[in-house]
Nanobody, 129 residues
Framework: QVQLVESGGGLVQAGGSLRLSCGAS????????MGWFRQAPGKERVLVAA????????????SVKGRFTISRDISRDNAKNTVYLQMNSLKPEDTAVYYC??????????????????WGQGTQVTVSS
């Protein structure tokens, strides 16, 4: 079982930066691939970035490549585990609710919501023009 809590969302002007954090609890956190999804009003939830359980593989949606960076910290005792999404050069079209998600490790990172079992409550990111 994994519990996820996002933080770091807010209002920022176009061109600005935000860093989202996802705190994860659970002894098996290091066994999961992690992803950041976003969902804009009236649109489906889509993957923005993902990272493998060991941090060696990452995936980025074309729309955020070169602007967003996903990373993860794993403490040795699994007591504190965090996934980050550094977002730079933000655009108004990045406005959405951002969700952290955990899913079973795969040979290839999952890109669909169904590939992930656990979800955070979401954090709002609003980019003004």
């Amino acid at each position: 079982q994994v519990q996820l809590v996002e933080s770091g969302g807010g209002l920022v002007q176009a061109g600005g930066s935000l860093r989202l954090s996802c705190g994860a609890s659970g002894r098996t956190f290091s066994s999961y691939d992690m992803g950041w999804f976003r969902q804009a009003p009236g649109k489906e939830r889509v993957l923005v970035a993902a990272i493998s359980r060991n941090g060696r593989s990452t995936y980025y949606a074309d729309s955020v490549k070169g602007r967003f960076t996903i990373s993860r910290d794993i403490s040795r005792d699994n007591a504190k585990n965090t996934v980050y999404l550094q977002m730079n050069s933000l655009k108004p079209e990045d406005t959405a609710v951002y969700y952290c998600a955990a899913g079973p490790a795969r040979l290839r990172l999952g890109v669909r919501p169904i590939d992930y079992n656990y979800w955070g409550q979401g954090t709002q990111v609003t980019v003004s023009s």
